[in-house]
């Protein structure tokens, strides 16, 4: 049975750090399909990506969430070179059958200055909660993202956060606490920006951790949402994000979309 993980951090590793092109063959399928926007389709779009970035890339990675049931692998991480005058920093999911990588999805954007709290975008805990149960993550998190954040009940964050308030929080924009981040999406939806969120697309759970990927709107515009929540005694204590808007001609240049799925 193949390693997902192994396989992943392999192929990540020497495509974007060690630059060994060979890995392509070696790792991903013939008929391998890229839903970055950043890339074209196809095992090509990655070769030239990689050698137009140069030597200078490289992808620092801080986080790896495995599921085995759904064949994901995501990696959370940063990627100095990718761009000669900005640092990325997000997500990638990987989809692996019969040993290979066959599909890939990111969600990335500029790295900032930590927040008010002090937090980046990658500190925090990194290692998974073996002991954790996935499945009841998963189902705690996609209910809390339905009632939350796509229904925008945003009074019933004390229902799936601790009663003391601590939560930790990287998003740039906003400082630790649950009532901060309650205050800065309602305030949002006041001026008529608020994050709607359309559909979730994937989520990758693993122990205590859990990425919802999803796609909506801020103030009619398309976004992406990746959201990594860590979860700890049924609540919600600990959130990254990477959140940006959708190009319009993504769907044009990419047939298969930055949201579709072969296997959805």
Same mark, same amino acid.
């Given at each position: 049975?193949?390693?997902?993980?192994?396989?992943?951090?392999?192929?990540?590793?020497?495509?974007?750090?060690?630059?060994?092109?060979?890995?392509?063959?070696?790792?991903?399928?013939?008929?391998?399909?890229?839903?970055?926007p950043l890339v074209a389709d196809g095992k090509d779009g990655l070769r030239a990506l990689v050698i137009g970035a140069g030597d200078g890339l490289r992808h620092d990675v801080a986080r790896v969430l495995v599921d085995?049931?759904?064949?994901?692998?995501?990696?959370?991480?940063?990627?100095?070179?990718?761009?000669?005058?900005?640092?990325?920093?997000?997500?990638?999911?990987?989809?692996?059958?019969?040993?290979?990588?066959?599909?890939?999805?990111?969600?990335?954007?500029?790295?900032?200055?930590?927040?008010?709290?002090?937090?980046?975008?990658?500190?925090?805990?990194?290692?998974?909660?073996?002991? #954790?149960?996935? !499945?009841?993550?998963? /189902?705690?998190?996609?209910? %809390?993202?339905?009632?939350? +954040?796509?229904?925008?009940?945003? =009074?019933?964050?004390?229902?799936?956060?601790?009663?003391?308030?601590?939560?930790?929080?990287?998003?740039?924009?906003?400082?630790?606490?649950?009532?901060?981040?309650?205050?800065?999406?309602?305030?949002?939806?006041?001026?008529?920006?608020?994050?709607?969120?359309?559909?979730?697309?994937?989520?990758?759970?693993?122990?205590?951790?859990?990425?919802?990927?999803?796609?909506?709107?801020?103030?009619?515009?398309?976004?992406?949402?990746?959201?990594?929540?860590?979860?700890?005694?049924? #609540?919600?204590? !600990?959130?990254?994000? /990477?959140?940006?808007?959708? %190009?319009?001609?993504?769907? +044009?240049?990419?047939?298969?979309? =930055?949201?579709?799925?072969?296997?959805?």
């Amino acid at each position: 049975m193949t390693d997902i993980r192994d396989l992943v951090l392999t192929a990540d590793r020497e495509l974007f750090t060690e630059h060994d092109l060979s890995t392509l063959d070696r790792n991903f399928s013939a008929d391998y399909v890229e839903h970055s926007p950043l890339v074209a389709d196809g095992k090509d779009g990655l070769r030239a990506l990689v050698i137009g970035a140069g030597d200078g890339l490289r992808h620092d990675v801080a986080r790896v969430l495995v599921d085995e049931e759904k064949g994901l692998v995501a990696l959370h991480g940063a990627y100095p070179g990718l761009d000669p005058d900005t640092v990325y920093v997000g997500f990638d999911i990987y989809r692996v059958a019969d040993g290979k990588i066959v599909e890939h999805w990111d969600g990335l954007v500029e790295q900032t200055p930590p927040n008010a709290s002090g937090r980046t975008q990658l500190d925090g805990p990194t290692e998974v909660d073996p002991t #954790a149960d996935s !499945e009841a993550s998963r /189902a705690f998190v996609e209910t %809390a993202w339905t009632r939350f +954040l796509q229904g925008q009940d945003y =009074a019933s964050a004390g229902e799936f956060t601790r009663a003391d308030d601590r939560f930790a929080q990287h998003s740039g924009d906003i400082a630790d606490g649950v009532q901060n981040m309650v205050d800065f999406l309602e305030q949002l939806k006041a001026d008529g920006s608020a994050l709607t969120y359309d559909t979730m697309h994937r989520s990758v759970a693993d122990g205590d951790f859990v990425l919802t990927y999803s796609e909506g709107s801020i103030a009619g515009e398309r976004h992406f949402f990746c959201e990594l929540w860590r979860i700890e005694d049924g #609540a919600w204590v !600990e959130l990254w994000d /990477a959140i940006g808007p959708v %190009a319009p001609d993504d769907q +044009l240049a990419h047939p298969h979309g =930055a949201f579709a799925s072969t296997a959805d």
